[in-house]
């Protein structure tokens, strides 16, 4: 019997039947989830003593004031061993996982992003409050150290290995003036310090937060910047900023705001964090030869990107490297393909049009209401168009035939030019007096029409009958 079954049995008083090792975090540390009867705990072994103090310290703090992290349970004498609350199997990363494959979040999707973005000043504010910062590892609090570690972790491990030539006194310059910059917004809370979507968990429908053993006393900006420009949650800049404007209101629940000087303060910290993972994407996969962290620097890139063209002030060297970075050849090419997602609606315009979700505008919109209505017949008014007798009403009166071959035709050239010009998302909505008849039937046969002829992912709603249905690729 091993210490964490030991250390099991000794806390729920039963002998675990079953020992099952989780896959492996970054750390040195290693997961088991121990099982008896319907008894389910993790056991955790870390070999760093003081992090796991840390953590040990952190959790307790933050479940005294009804935070959303696990509980630990128990602990060896050593530190080495501790239990904690079970929270399942799923990652808030996975739960998204739709959204960051497709750009296209849906709303449950967007919901549970909204929750994890107003608990985070929670943690960051009440989680301060009176805690004791100095059982933090391996630091208390954000420093000027840490910062040019991590800048030069980016030089060295990543700038370096792409062959740009620059000049090092120059940059160093500049990382010294960026760090001023950030120290300059230091804020008496708790940072988490890799806040990400892979460091939250969902149950029963809530977020809860891990991983946080890292954490010190540093600036709000940080942890932000961490969750909504994380290389591969391929979040849009729609997104982000509603997210974004969530987290500013949770924000004000606890502590006054100023919105335009957070805003503002936030670019330093969005620059750092990219520079910071860059880094990390360099060693681990030009260095260890790993080659799925190369394949987020496309993404880290393209937040880049976008971050030099908003006219950052107070290191101009630096930008001029980094644009010249982003400009390299192999970098250019190294581009991210995101797949056309076509969204399919059936509605009643008594109801009002779909709207669109994807920050679009709401593409193409059908008014069927020309069409012979079945539904005017009692016999076919508790059907719905994805019934056979409407089906053969429809058909037969042959109005609808016509009408969708004419918005086949729209639609097909719509989608051809937006799979050439790399577009990502399309909506066309089909609506009647109901959504009941002749709307479900266009919408079903548009869907069907669009997924066999292009092979796209379509996402269909009949919106009045609440049934959705993907056509996958």
Not at 407 to 428: C, E, I, P
């Amino acid at each position: 019997m091993n210490e964490l079954e030991i250390l099991f049995q000794k806390y729920t008083g039963a002998q675990a039947g079953q020992c099952t090792e989780l896959s492996a975090s970054g750390s040195n540390r290693r997961y088991f989830r121990l099982e008896a009867e319907n008894i389910m705990l993790i056991g955790v072994e870390g070999t760093s003593v003081d992090e796991n103090r840390a953590f040990i310290a952190m959790s307790e703090y933050f479940a005294a004031k009804s935070l959303p992290v696990p509980k630990v349970l128990a602990k060896s004498d050593d530190d080495r061993f501790y239990l904690q609350e079970d929270l399942g199997n799923e990652l808030l990363f996975d739960f998204i996982a739709g959204g960051r494959k497709t750009g296209v979040f849906s709303e449950e999707e967007k919901d549970m992003l909204r929750k994890t973005l107003r608990l985070l000043p929670l943690v960051q504010v009440k989680g301060a409050e009176g805690f004791d910062f100095s059982v933090c590892y391996p630091q208390p609090e954000f420093n000027e150290r840490s910062i040019l570690w991590d800048l030069n972790y980016f030089k060295y491990c990543f700038l370096k290995a792409t062959g740009l030539e620059f000049q090092e006194d120059r940059l160093e310059d500049d990382f010294q003036r960026l760090s001023d910059i950030l120290l300059s917004a230091q804020t008496n809370t708790f940072m988490y310090r890799d806040f990400q979507s892979r460091n939250v968990m969902v149950k029963n429908g809530e977020p809860y937060f891990i991983d946080f053993q890292g954490g010190r006393r540093g600036p709000l900006y940080y942890d932000v910047a961490s969750f909504l420009w994380q290389a591969k949650a391929n979040f849009s800049d729609e997104l982000r900023t509603e997210l974004l404007n969530d987290y500013i209101e949770a924000l004000k629940t606890v502590q006054s705001v100023d919105e335009t000087d957070f805003r503002q303060k936030l670019k330093h910290f969005v620059l750092f964090r990219t520079l910071q993972v860059l880094g990390a994407y360099g060693f681990r996969g030009y260095f260890e030869k790993k080659p799925h962290f190369l394949q987020s620097i496309p993404y880290a890139l393209e937040n880049l990107r976008v971050l030099l063209r908003d006219n950052l002030q107070g290191y101009p060297y630096l930008v001029e490297i980094l644009t010249q970075m982003c400009d390299l050849k192999q970098f250019r090419e190294f581009t991210i393909h995101k797949p056309l997602v076509v969204k399919v609606y059936s509605f009643s315009y008594k109801k009002g049009i779909p709207n669109d979700d994807s920050g679009n505008g709401g593409g193409f919109v059908f008014d069927c209401r020309a069409v012979n209505n079945p539904g005017k017949y009692e016999r076919y008014a508790p059907l719905t168009g994805l019934d056979k007798p409407v089906i053969e009403f429809l058909e037969q009166d042959g109005e609808i035939l016509t009408f969708l071959e004419h918005a086949y035709s729209l639609m097909d050239a719509s989608v051809k030019r937006y799979k050439d010009r790399g577009f990502t998302n399309l909506m066309v909505s089909f609506g009647c007096t109901g959504g009941r008849h002749r709307s479900v039937y266009s919408a079903q046969k548009m869907a069907e029409h669009i997924h066999r002829k292009f092979g796209v992912e379509v996402q269909l709603i009949h919106r009045e009958q609440n049934i959705e249905k993907v056509f996958s690729v």
